[in-house]
């Protein structure tokens, strides 16, 4: 929840599932969200808050399987890793810039 001075809520983004990451300089969040799909079973999307823009962003691609944990983000991208069906790490980056966009959100 996105809340101004006077704490009335602003936006709020439903089934967060956490940890969030904060970018270096504190102006950019990445917080994975839970989707379920009746057919498909969980996934998982990103939504972007960049504080400076005063925008939330959510991604419009699904990532099938396991929590994607975020390691860091850089310039316009961030980097994540998840375990696979065998317990093997794989490792992912996903750029802000060319990533399809569902819907942005401004406050």
Known sequence: IIQDKEKQNIASIENAMGPLYWSNDKKIIVLPICKMHWLKGFHQKFAIINLDKRTITHLKQMHKGEPR???????????????NKESKVVEGIISFATSEIEEIIKF
Do not use: G, L, P
Not at 69 to 81: A, L, N, V
């Open 69 to 83: 944990i975020i390691d860091k983000i850089e310039d316009d991208k961030f980097h994540f890793r998840h375990f």
